[in-house]
């Protein structure tokens, strides 16, 4: 790849500004300073530093966020604030979107990356991919109740399929589903005459929220990136 590409790729500067920046010496190949544009370089093996910063190569990026009441799970919306409201602006650069979405107020965790591919794939119910989910319901479920939204309910002309719920006390605990169907756990309680009143993903595959904080975000770290590519595969 030309070494101008790199560096727009990897978002760090414009082809116009690295062409500057290599004039100006500023932009080092393996410890050599840069003479043309069209240098070709190995992204995974060379090292380059523009203007005094190394520069890592990254095909995707992968940012958790702890979503807070309020924000809906879109890109762009006319009327309500997005996740990506919650970045800063040289986060925005890099075109992520939602890997699935939560309810405007439903809270906490939600991965947004920019590898489509990996997100497709996370996100079909082949996979099986597991979320799980902190509840707080309006009536005390009974005994009937959790055995029928385990063993799936109607949600309007779809049944869901088996999931697990561990109760915390009579009208709160958690549930682990393994697909996501548009206001799944919200239609399985009206499905059993109850009502969601509190909503949290605190689980994604392998990721959780780990003590971030409501509204805060962080990069996944390489092993969680490389166990999510590896459940995308
Ligand atoms: N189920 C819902 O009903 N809402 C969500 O946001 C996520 C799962």
């Not at 500023?26 to 190995?42: H, M, S």
């Not at 002309?157 to 915390?168: A, D, F, L, N, S």
């Not at 605990?173 to 206001?183: P, V």
Request: with cysteine; glycine share 8%; aromatic share 8%.
């Amino acid at each position: 790849m030309r070494i101008d590409k790199f560096l727009s790729e990897c978002k760090v500067a414009t082809r116009r500004e690295s062409g500057a920046a290599i004039r100006r010496g500023q932009v080092l190949l393996d410890g050599v300073a840069v003479k043309r544009a069209d240098t070709q370089v190995d992204p995974e093996h060379c090292e380059v530093v523009y203007c005094g910063e190394r520069v890592f190569y990254r095909r995707y990026t992968y940012v958790l966020l702890n979503k807070p009441d309020g924000y809906v799970s879109a890109t762009e919306d006319a009327r309500d604030k997005t996740v990506l409201d919650l970045l800063p602006p040289e986060l925005r650069k890099f075109d992520l979107f939602p890997c699935g979405r939560l309810d405007k107020n439903t809270l906490g965790l939600v991965l947004l990356t920019n590898n489509g591919p990996l997100a497709h794939a996370l996100l079909s119910p082949k996979r099986h991919v597991e979320k799980v989910y902190r509840f707080e319901c309006a009536h005390p479920l009974g005994e009937t109740e959790i055995e029928a939204l385990q063993a799936g309910v109607d949600i309007g002309g779809y049944v869901t399929k088996p999931c697990r719920i561990v109760m915390q006390s009579e009208t709160s605990g958690e549930i682990t589903l393994a697909e996501g169907k548009y206001h799944q756990i919200k239609l399985m309680w009206n499905a059993v005459d109850n009502r969601i009143l509190y909503l949290e993903r605190i689980r994604f595959a392998c990721l959780t929220l780990d003590g971030l904080e409501r509204g805060a975000w962080r990069m996944l770290t390489d092993e969680e990136i490389k166990t999510l590519e590896e459940m995308g595969n």
